[in-house]
């Protein structure tokens, strides 16, 4: 059964960092593109990262170049994102997504705020 467990949100201050982990079963981590994205409250969800199968790379949205970067542990099966320089914009609750033979996975999500 494929599952995605979202873990390391929290409190942290403007310019602080957080390491967000997506814990995934049942599926093969190299064969599908694996997105970050997030949703503040009274806003739609939005595009934050993917990282792409087989070696292709990955993409960010503008608004986090250069502040994020999202990994693949094999080993673990887990989906990182790196996130430095926070913002309070980057408030929001995060999930991952996987698009699995056609249809859309998402797991619970983890609160991200970013204040003094």
């Known amino acids: 059964q494929l599952q995605l467990v979202e873990s390391g949100g929290g409190l942290v201050q403007p310019g602080g960092s957080l390491r967000l982990s997506c814990a995934a079963s049942g599926f093969n981590l190299d064969t599908y593109n694996i997105g970050w994205f997030r949703q503040a409250p009274g806003k739609e969800r939005e595009f934050v990262a993917v990282?792409?199968?087989?070696?292709?790379?990955?993409e960010y949205a503008d608004s986090v170049k250069g502040r994020f970067t999202i990994s693949r542990d094999y080993a673990r099966s887990t989906i990182f994102l790196q996130m430095n320089n926070l913002k309070p914009e980057d408030t929001a609750k995060y999930f991952c997504?996987?698009?699995?033979?056609?249809?859309?996975?998402w797991g619970q999500g983890t609160q991200v705020t970013v204040s003094s």
């Open positions: 997504n996987v698009v699995f033979r056609g249809n859309a996975y």
């Open positions: 990282i792409k199968s087989e070696g292709g790379g990955t």
